[in-house]
Every structure is written in C-alpha cells, then in structure tokens.
C-alpha cells in the first residue's frame, strides 16, 4: 500500500508540478501578451507623439507667419504713406512748374511787346526829341531824355498799329 500511497504522492506531485507548469506557462502568455499589448501602446504612442510634434512645429511656422505678415502689413503702410506724399509733393511741384512756365511765358511776352513797340517808341522819341547841340555839352549828359511809354491799355498789335499811322516816325 505504501506502494499505491507513494505512486499517489507522484501522481499528486506530478499533478502539482503539471499545474505549475501551466501555470508558468499561463504567466509566460499573460507576459507575452501584456508585452505585446505594451509594445502596441508604445507604437499608438510614438504614432501620436509624432503629429504632435508636427502639430507645434506647424503651430511655430503659423505663428512666425503670422509675424511677417504684421511686418509686411505694417511695411505695405509706411509704403503707401510715403507713396501718398511722394504724390502730394510731385502736385505741389508740378503746381510751381506751370506757375513758373505761366510767369516766363508772361515775361517773355511782356519783353517782346516791350522790344516791339520799344523800338517804335524809340523812333519816335528819336525823331521828335530835341538834338543837344555840340556847343551844349550839358544837355546831352545831364538833361534827362523823354521817350514817351505806350498807353497801358494798348495792346502789342495796337500799339504796333498806333506807331504804323506815322510811318515816317517809326523809320519804315
């Protein structure tokens, strides 16, 4: 009967040591299992740690973006600023530029009114305008001469036309 009672301690033994076994096993798989289960979550977690650090470097460009653009905005208005008074100071000069012209373009037509109807008058004040005499050194340095103006209400063509009624003065 020991015989029957040790071969139950061995088949009780064997029993105990199949389930530990099995047992060991079980955790070998459970192990494996949670490692897998692990390495998957580390992979999801490097898949998301990824587009996040893609996210903030996106998140850096937008913002540094958005920087420029101000810079650009604010650059786009000092130039439209300037743009503005450049415009306003080439009116003002082109205003001057006419005003002037305008002012020449009378002068010279004064001047050429003046030469014309200068040279008729001149003629005149020479024909009839008193000679110094030579013994009367005097009178031609001292005394002044008279050359009579043209009315100021005689136009050039006028006073071009006055001077024509005596043609005998102006030395035609």
């Not at 000679?131 to 030579?134: G, L, N, Y």
């Given at each position: 009967m020991e015989e029957k009672g040790l071969g139950g301690h061995d088949?009780?033994?064997d029993s105990a040591v199949g389930h530990l076994l099995s047992g060991i096993d079980g955790m070998a798989e459970?192990?494996?299992r949670y490692d897998l289960h692990a390495g998957e979550q580390a992979s999801r977690l490097?898949?998301?740690?990824?587009?996040?650090?893609?996210?903030?470097?996106l998140d850096a460009k937008v913002s540094m973006a958005n920087a420029l653009e101000r810079c650009?905005?604010?650059?786009?208005?000092?130039?439209?600023?300037?743009h503005a008074g450049t415009k306003r100071e080439l009116a003002l000069m082109q205003e001057k530029?006419?005003?002037a012209n305008r002012r020449i373009e009378y002068l010279e037509n004064e001047r050429a009114e003046e030469k014309a109807c200068g040279a008729?008058?001149?003629?005149e004040a020479m024909m009839i305008a008193p000679?110094?005499?030579?013994a009367d050194p005097r009178s031609?340095?001292?005394?002044?001469?008279?050359v009579p103006s043209p009315s100021p209400r005689l136009t050039y063509v006028e006073g071009c036309k006055e001077s024509a009624l005596f043609p005998e003065l102006t030395g035609v």
């Open positions: 088949q009780l033994y459970l192990k494996r490097r898949e998301a740690a990824t587009p996040r650090e893609q996210v903030e470097e650009l905005r604010e650059m786009r208005s000092i130039s439209e600023d300037r530029l006419e005003e008729s008058v001149e003629g000679r110094p005499s030579p031609h340095t001292t005394a002044p001469s008279f």
